[in-house]
């Protein structure tokens, strides 16, 4: 039985201290039915000659100006021929066999559209593995980035038939975007495996732009609001909070989700929110959002711990003080 073919895409950008180390996890898979496609932006910094020194491995390689990552990974996307998909940035990597482990999962479930697991992060003190919490599925699915992205693997033909190619005009929640709509449109499998390792230093895009995933998440959120047919509560407050926009952009959907459902799913993004600002000591916005969800959801206000950080930012010095209860928060 020949294996399910499986294109994984790199976009990259002035990545030469880690795209090697990303490449050789990839091309050391020792998985037969590989398309390996590579998106390099037009680096400067020796990226294109680490990239040509495995092109003969490469289904496809290119290095030229792009307009961003998400232009990147749809570059990418025209390419890909794979019955599976997965992107892994230029500073990430896979762990050993993680293809060999989605392959069998995708073909003993038939049904299923996506199967993300778990990622090791490394890079800072010390290694830590993380995932979904199986306690908030599914409701997180529509709430931010439930899972890590380069754990999470796609059926191409879920994605061809209701979101073929990413917006570009998310640069930083294009994959909560994505994931939004399969999710309406699909099914998602969850597993213990650990498929990838994330990077974490001082240049990544998590590590530097918590607010701007705020924002982008924001938006996907709204999105998903008004694609469900809208709801009153959840829209009030989000213009209360000044996160509701406006879009006639909708997502097309198969499933028709209970009040309830959408419900938990905002107040689980209230509180990937309420993470953003506070990582980026955020004060007024980690109050705003702190003293709507103990209004308006005091289970979730004490079930997430968030009385500790919500007394830290209604104090003078708040900002300075905030990272010293960070520890026994979230």
């Not at 104090?315 to 003080?321: D, G, K, N, Q, T």
Request: with cysteine; glycine share 6%; net charge neutral.
């Amino acid at each position: 039985m020949t294996n399910p073919r499986i294109t994984v895409i790199t976009p990259s950008y002035d990545q030469g201290a880690f795209i090697e180390e990303t490449m050789c996890s990839i091309l050391g898979q020792q998985y037969d039915n590989l398309e390996y496609i590579v998106i390099d932006g037009g680096s400067n910094d020796g990226s294109p000659e680490t990239i040509r020194k495995y092109e003969s491995k490469l289904t496809y390689w290119i290095s030229e100006k792009d307009r961003g990552q998400t232009h990147a990974i749809n570059k990418g996307l025209q390419r890909a021929t794979g019955d599976i998909l997965v992107w892994i940035n230029s500073d990430d990597m896979l762990e050993p066999e993680a293809l060999s482990r989605v392959a069998r999962y995708f073909t003993n479930h038939p049904d299923v559209d996506v199967v993300h697991g778990q990622t090791i992060l490394f890079g800072g003190v010390s290694q830590l593995i993380r995932g979904a919490d199986p306690a908030n599925l599914p409701f997180q699915y529509l709430s931010g980035m439930a899972f890590p992205q380069p754990s999470a693997f796609i059926r191409r033909s879920a994605m061809l038939a209701h979101y073929p190619m990413m917006d570009e005009s998310l640069h930083y929640g294009m994959d909560f975007d994505l994931f939004s709509c399969l999710f309406l449109n699909g099914n998602f499998l969850s597993v213990p495996d650990v498929f990838s390792r994330y990077r974490l230093h001082p240049a990544s895009k998590t590590v530097l732009t918590h607010e701007r995933f705020a924002v982008d998440w924001q938006k996907v959120f709204c999105k998903v609001v008004a694609s469900l047919g809208g709801n009153a509560k959840i829209e009030n407050g989000l213009r209360e909070l000044g996160m509701w926009m406006d879009s006639p952009d909708r997502y097309p959907t198969t499933k028709k989700l209970s009040e309830d459902f959408l419900m938990a799913s905002f107040q689980h993004f209230l509180v990937f929110q309420i993470n953003f600002y506070y990582r980026d000591l955020n004060v007024r916005r980690v109050k705003a959002i702190a003293s709507f969800i103990q209004r308006n959801f005091p289970i979730t206000y004490e079930k997430q711990h968030l009385r500790r950080l919500h007394l830290a930012s209604r104090v003078p010095f708040a900002r300075y003080l905030i990272p010293l209860v960070r520890k026994s928060s979230f």
